[in-house]
């Protein structure tokens, strides 16, 4: 392909000289003889390359020069002129030319070699500038993504647009500025932005993400890349970087992972719920353990839980029965559901859970030293296996294990789970403990009541026939030797006979004591207007006598029975007949009122009334605040209301100031809270 010459030059002899030079190296030659003539053919065609003589009709030096490399920027220009200045030289060089060959000094090779290169170099130039321009209009058109220069320190040197609306720094503004400018200050104090660069250098590449900080301040999630820059010798030259901000997708991840967080967290939930009721409900506490492992591996990726309960502890080893739960459909002996083994410290994941006190996982445990991985991995395709310690106080009582056919790692939440799930064990454990003390107990307590009540009834019995045998010959003494005693014998014998009274009474309130819960409980619908009326009646000698004053208000119905609640009022009101002054008359009133749907009633009278220290000791047996000459009874009767009370689930107290009166107070409850 031939190439275009312009040769700019009003000597014919050189112009000629030239033309013989150039016309056998495929140069297609045009001349101009002037300034203006040249500037013309300029105006309609583009050349190769230019020829020029400083020297024209209608120009001279260096003016010339500029005239032509103002209409003709991207050709090469070759001054070929007589003039030897090396100012001029320089100048004209500095204004463009290419390079400068003085007339006569020049041969057609070093001529054709000056336009070869020139050429060349244009051309080289021409295609640089189209790459860096195709390059300028890819970095400008990546709106969303930041492409800048760095120097070797890490300075911005070139910015883009996607660059300024990612992090809203304009050229202006951003230009000579290290890139520590968009990290945050903690990754600066960790030398996050140095040390990309570092490893850009020894990698070639450096890959990273994170939290950067725009201009006004807000945060965006950026993805980045850094790549050494390096000269044709191996100097680093600087860095290129491609940033691209993925704040949308980082937040969409991040709300994805929340929600499957939230969702593992409630199902994690219903599976402390389950276990919580399922194992509270067990019978035994090999029952909790069982339902413990069938909870946990139907609402999780365990696939197969095993208990090991621990049946007796040595130095480093225990003995433990295990308790399975395997999915429907698994295939397994008979004989491996529940077996007995003996556990050493540190060996097979519940070892090394016993030894460590905290959860053991492994994603692999056909690599375990236990012979039952081992058998799970190899036969069972068990892959993956978790142990949990559950401890009573400091005793080891329980490890479970769970195991997977899938890599399943337990996470936080999860273990947290187990840790509360082992907490609710432990309290059952504990209760198991407590219920099996309590029945006991209960049975020791039925059994000496029953005994207490059995020894009541014999001593009653075998107290009172020697009262008789006392009362038969006290009666003999006084009709056949009634002379011969005397007055002091008479009145020795009155003082036995009120003893053995006493003591006849005496029995028979112990008798009615024990009686009060030996029998079965007879509660039925009871007006205690009637029961009130009865007591009336079975008083009525005392009340003459006394003169006393009852009032009773319009009582309720209760559902009791009913001749527990008779000798209740009976004894109530036949003290408050007892313990009054000798020159006053009984005043006695009952009431009732509800309180917080219970039933409580109220024994008032006028009395002698009791210190207030006192009251809390009056309801025990044969207790007693006065002396029995001033004031006759067994120190029973109060003992007695206090455990009929008791009987129907209520409560008995005293209120009453010395010389002021008493006043009796007991609850019943209402039949639906018993």
Not at 162 to 180: D, H, K, M, P, V
Not at 263 to 291: F, G, R, W
Not at 295 to 312: F, L, M, Q
């Amino acid at each position: 392909m031939s190439q275009s010459i312009l040769v700019i030059e009003d000597s014919r002899a050189q112009l000629k000289a030239v033309t013989a030079i150039l016309r056998n190296d495929n140069f297609q030659i045009t001349s101009a003889a002037s300034l203006r003539e040249s500037l013309a053919c300029l105006d309609y065609t583009s050349f190769d390359c230019i020829l020029l003589d400083l020297s024209l009709p209608d120009s001279d030096g260096l003016d010339t020069l500029r005239a032509v490399r103002a209409k003709a920027r991207s050709a090469p220009l070759i001054v070929l002129t007589s003039t030897d200045d090396a100012s001029q030289v320089a100048e004209a060089l500095r204004e463009g030319a290419q390079d400068y060959l003085i007339k006569g000094r020049i041969d057609g090779e070093l001529l054709k070699r000056s336009i070869r290169y020139g050429i060349d170099r244009a051309r080289t130039q021409e295609l640089v500038r189209q790459g860096e321009e195709k390059f300028r209009l890819l970095v400008e058109s990546a709106k969303d993504y930041a492409i800048f220069m760095l120097d070797t320190d890490g300075n911005i040197v070139t910015w883009s647009a996607g660059a300024e609306r990612i992090t809203g720094y304009s050229s202006e503004e951003i230009l000579g500025r290290n890139l520590s400018i968009f990290y945050p200050q903690s990754a600066i104090d960790r030398g996050e932005p140095q040390h990309g660069l570092r490893e850009a250098v020894l990698k070639g590449r450096y890959e990273d993400e994170g939290w950067r900080k725009r201009k006004d301040g807000t945060r965006y999630w950026v993805n980045f890349i850094n790549t050494p820059l390096f000269d044709a010798e191996g100097n680093l030259r600087g860095y290129a970087r491609i940033a691209r901000d993925t704040t949308e997708k980082r937040i969409a991840e991040e709300t994805l992972r929340q929600k499957i967080v939230l969702e593992q967290k409630m199902v994690l939930v219903d599976l402390l719920q389950s276990v919580t009721i399922a194992i509270n409900l067990a019978p035994s506490v090999e029952d909790a353990v069982a339902l413990l492992l069938k909870e946990v591996c139907t609402h999780t990726r365990w696939s197969i839980g095993c208990g090991n309960i621990v049946d007796s502890e040595s130095k480093g080893e225990c003995q433990v029965s295990k308790v399975w739960y395997f999915p429907e459909g698994f295939k397994i002996r008979a004989d491996d559901s529940v077996l007995r083994e003996r556990l050493l410290m540190g060996v097979g994941i519940a070892g090394k859970s016993w030894q460590s006190g905290a959860p053991v996982w492994l994603d692999d445990i056909g690599n375990d030293d236990s012979a039952l991985c081992v058998w799970l991995s190899k036969y069972q395709g068990i892959k993956s296996g978790l142990a949990v310690p559950v401890y009573e106080g400091i005793r080891l009582f329980a490890i479970v294990e769970f195991f997977s056919g899938d890599n399943e790692k337990p996470d936080a939440p999860f273990l947290e789970v187990m840790a509360n799930i082992g907490k609710q064990l432990t309290a059952i454990v504990e209760r198991k403990r407590l219920e099996q003390l309590l029945a006991k107990e209960m049975q020791n307590l039925s059994r000496s009541n029953a005994e207490l009540q059995e020894f009541a009834k014999i001593a009653a019995h075998d107290l009172q026939e020697p009262l008789k045998s006392v009362q038969g010959f006290v009666d003999l003494l006084k009709r056949r030797h009634a002379a011969e005693l005397g007055e002091d014998g008479k009145r020795f014998l009155t003082f036995i006979d009120d003893a053995v009274v006493r003591m006849e009474q005496l029995i028979r309130g112990v008798l009615d004591h024990s009686k009060i819960r030996s029998h079965e409980k007879r509660f039925e619908p009871t007006d205690l207007n009637e029961v009130v009326q009865e007591v009336q009646d079975n008083l009525s000698v005392s009340i003459e006598q006394t003169g006393a004053k009852i009032k009773c208000d319009d009582l309720p119905s209760v559902v009791a029975d009913k001749l527990q609640m008779v000798q209740l009022f009976q004894n109530l009101i036949a003290n408050a007949l007892k313990f009054h002054a000798p020159d006053t008359i009984p005043e006695i009133h009952i009431s009732w009122r509800r309180e917080n749907g219970d039933y409580q009633f109220s024994v008032k009278d006028n009395g002698i009334g009791m210190d207030s220290r006192y009251l809390n000791k009056i309801f025990g047996m044969f207790s007693r605040l006065n002396a029995k000459t001033e004031y006759p009874g067994t120190g029973i009767g109060l003992a007695i209301c206090k455990k009929i009370v008791e009987h129907h689930g209520g409560v008995i107290w005293a209120e009453s100031q010395l010389g002021e009166g008493s006043q009796l107070c007991f609850i019943l409850p209402d039949e639906s809270r018993r």
